[in-house]
T-cell receptor, first 111, second 109 residues
Framework: DSGVTQTPKHLITATGQRVTLRCSPRSGDLSVYWYQQSLDQGLQFLIQ???????AKGNILERFSAQQFPDLHSELNLSSLELGDSALYFC??????????FGQGTRLTVV | GQNIDQPTEMTATEGAIVQINCTYQ??????LFWYQQHAGEAPTFLSY????GLEEKGRFSSFLSRSKGYSYLLLKELQMKDSASYLC??????????FGGGTRVLVKP
């Protein structure tokens, strides 16, 4: 158990809909990363938050947004969903001078 | 920006040794990580290098040369369970952590 919790584990939704993925980092970790992994592809960096502030942004679509709350949990919002958004979405948290720990991921299927 | 390259796929025999190379270009280098990922599962941490040289951890070793922008992960005494993807990740300034595309290793009996 990495200590990072992601919910839900699985999500099936229709095109055009909006979903929210949730991540609770390890206790004390201030950094949260979001990654997208399509089938048989590498991890694509989406966005990073540090102590509530956006720290870095990757190739995140405008239809996607995220935030980190005062209690340090983070949410990734995906809207106007398309079939190509079907993927595993991972959250990772990191403390100072430690490795990043990954949650088990949310498998999103858009039908 | 950052650019991280690693081979897409490698095949090796059980009991053998495999070396997975990773080259990177980045600004503000702050460390390099190796992760293992089995299909459909979360990546798990293997090793971390921030200074030049070799870090050994059981059957796995990782090497870093900052001047060459180069690292490798060495897997010794390969076991069937080592069949997985191996991800090289570079931490840049601001703690941004970027992953390479991963190297899929297939261990054959």
């Amino acid at each position: 158990d990495s200590g990072v919790t992601q919910t839900p584990k699985h999500l099936i939704t229709a095109t055009g809909q909006r979903v929210t993925l949730r991540c609770s980092p390890r206790s004390g970790d201030l950094s949260v990363y979001w990654y997208q992994q399509s089938l048989d592809q590498g991890l694509q960096f989406l966005i990073q938050y540090y102590n509530g502030e956006e720290r870095a942004k990757g190739n995140i679509l405008e239809r996607f947004s995220a935030q980190q709350f005062p209690d340090l949990h983070s949410e990734l919002n995906l809207s106007s969903l398309e079939l190509g958004d079907s993927a595993l979405y991972f959250c990772a948290s990191q403390g100072v001078n430690t490795e990043a720990f990954f949650g088990q991921g949310t498998r999103l299927t858009v039908v | 920006g950052q650019n991280i390259d690693q081979p897409t796929e490698m095949t090796a025999t059980e009991g053998a040794i495999v070396q997975i190379n990773c080259t990177y270009q980045t600004s503000g280098f702050n460390g390099l990580f190796w992760y293992q990922q089995h299909a459909g599962e979360a990546p798990t941490f293997l090793s971390y290098n921030v200074l030049d040289g070799l870090e050994e951890k059981g059957r796995f070793s990782s090497f870093l040369s900052r001047s060459k922008g180069y690292s490798y992960l060495l897997l010794k005494e390969l076991q069937m369970k080592d069949s997985a993807s191996y991800l090289c990740a570079v931490k840049a300034a601001g703690n941004k952590l970027t992953f390479g595309g991963g190297t899929r290793v297939l261990v054959k009996p």
